[in-house]
């Protein structure tokens, strides 16, 4: 075949042998004698040679109706087409997941910290040498020996509590007890953090006898913090030091071992009416909140504490909204060097807005004293605290409830409780006398006191139950690759596109392109030979 002066052999589909290796590889009907792209022919070689079915039905049709026929099927396969693309698109940007639940199995478990804390916040030794709790508390027992004298005094003898008939319930005026004690609670608080703990039990007074897998632990192990409602409370295994205990094997033999004395001479009854342990099991190196979480034990008890670990795995974003840590520090990770919860996040947001709105902040949370006590005699700022809480019970703080998320990856820990009579006939002899060796107030305390065992003394064992564990884990349900290959199945079903077709759309462009510049390109020739 001569072209342009040139004789070149025809390959098929107005593809040449002068067309191979070259950049400009244009079908040769597609082109004028001195070489301009012409766009029909170019349409019309797609048209004939692509691989999307449809397009050459139409194209080739000898007569209308059947072009119009072979239209009509190919724009109505292209529109169910799209349609379906959009689902595919909708279902890859809803970032759905899969949650997987799974027994595992592992030879060995890190051991959770275990944080201990006694019931009675302040003891009575401590208490009495600070005149103004010794105050609020003492209004609080004359308010309650009133009520108790006003009851004596009632006509009714079937009515020896509370007149429930003449009691009007409006929720507006607090009880006097509780609202002493939220008194007592505001004063402690305004207090610099060292001089609380002074106020609160000692470890070294709590802890009888500590044993780790068999091993003698001692204080030493154990870190401190004080807790507005427990006061005094001590973690052991907080991972504070940067190492954490594992259990190697389950069964209350490898496990934590404690014996505890909750002193109930030093008890202030106007401060609370109960007495024992607030016991909490919590990943190492987490926040505790015994107020929130954790259960009580009882003196005169043994109870042993079962554990199953459950692990949580959670996708980020844009699955998900988890995180295990947040650049901004809040008033725990700052105080005392933990990690992100979302607990502590929602607290620590709560508390800024109690600071920002009030002017003051929250007696449960003043670490640093940088700012007063709200204080609930104060009716206005007990009001503002009120507010503030409601509102972020209700979900109203902004950015709290978005903000503080869960941690990507999140360790629990379920437990199963069990107590039986503690110490039994023949052992309590054998613990009062190792308690009575302590020291010579202790000696005389024990003996003065035939129910001293069961009125002070409590044992708790905490170990794993087994190391089978249940693992709950995220996984993205549908992904890039999902998406890419359903767009092939939808495309090979309704016009009967591949990964090649795609290719010749390109080329399509590529040429067209080309077909645009040559136009440009022309008319700047054209226009420059005129003004020569």
């Not at 478990?109 to 009575?124: G, L, S």
């Not at 929602?346 to 949370?365: P, Q, S, W």
């Amino acid at each position: 075949m001569d072209i342009n002066g040139r004789t070149v052999s025809t390959l098929g589909f107005g593809i040449t042998e002068s067309d191979i290796g070259t950049s400009n590889n244009i079908p040769v009907h597609a082109t004028t004698k001195k070489g301009e792209i012409k766009l029909k022919p170019l349409a019309a070689a797609l048209a004939e040679t692509t691989t999307c079915h449809g397009i050459p039905r139409i194209y080739s049709a000898a007569i209308w109706p059947r072009r119009i026929f072979w239209s009509t099927v190919f724009l109505t396969a292209v529109s169910l087409f799209l349609w379906q693309f959009s689902v595919l698109l909708e279902n890859y940007y809803d970032y759905d997941v899969d949650v997987n639940l799974q027994i595992k199995f592992q030879t060995n478990a890190e051991f959770p910290a275990i944080t201990i804390c006694n019931i009675n916040p302040f003891k009575f030794s401590k208490a009495k040498e600070n005149q103004e709790i010794l105050e609020l508390l003492e209004d609080k027992l004359m308010s309650r020996r009133r009520r108790s004298i006003e009851r004596n005094r009632r006509s009714d003898s079937n009515r020896t509590y509370e007149n429930w008939d003449t009691m009007t319930v409006d929720f507006e005026s607090m009880d006097s007890d509780f609202l002493a004690r939220l008194q007592v609670y505001d004063y402690v608080a305004n207090l610099n953090y060292s001089k609380r703990m002074q106020l609160g039990h000692d470890i070294n007074d709590i802890l009888i006898s500590c044993s780790w897998k068999g091993y003698p632990c001692s204080p030493s192990n154990f870190t401190q913090f004080y807790n507005y409602m427990y006061g005094n409370c001590y973690t052991f295994n907080s991972g504070e030091s940067g190492t954490v205990l594992e259990a190697s094997k389950p069964g209350p033999l490898y496990g934590l071992t404690l014996k505890l004395y909750v002193e109930q001479h030093e008890y202030m009854h106007a401060i609370g009416e109960a007495a024992g342990i607030r016991v909490l099991v919590h990943p190492p190196n987490e926040m505790p909140f015994p107020e929130d979480n954790g259960f009580s034990i009882s003196p005169g008890q043994e109870t042993n504490v079962g554990l199953r670990l459950l692990s949580i795995i959670r996708e980020p974003d844009p699955y998900g909204d988890c995180k295990d840590s947040t650049e901004e520090m809040n008033v725990f990770t700052e105080f005392f060097g933990v990690k992100y919860s979302r607990q502590a996040c929602e607290k620590n947001c709560y508390l800024d807005h109690v600071i920002d709105r009030c002017g003051c902040t929250d007696y449960r949370f003043n670490y640093f004293n940088m700012y007063n006590v709200c204080r609930h005699g104060d009716t206005d700022q007990a009001t503002c605290v009120e507010q503030t809480e409601w509102d972020y019970f209700e979900g109203k703080l902004s950015p709290c409830s978005n903000y503080c998320t869960e941690r990507c990856t999140d360790t629990t820990y379920r437990t199963t409780v069990t107590t039986s009579l503690w110490p039994n006939t023949v052992y309590k002899s054998e613990i009062t006398a190792q308690v009575q060796g302590i020291s010579s107030s202790m000696s005389s305390r024990v003996q003065s006191d035939s129910t001293f065992a069961e009125s002070n003394l409590c044992k708790i064992n905490i170990y794993y139950e087994e190391f089978n564990y249940e693992a709950i884990t995220e996984s993205p349900k549908y992904q890039l690759e999902d998406l890419l290959s359903d767009l092939g199945g939808q495309l090979g079903l309704w016009i009967g596109m591949s990964f090649i077709s795609v290719f010749e759309f390109l080329e399509f462009c590529y040429d067209v392109f080309k077909w645009l510049l040559d136009k440009i390109f022309n008319k700047s020739r054209i226009r420059s030979t005129t003004i020569n």
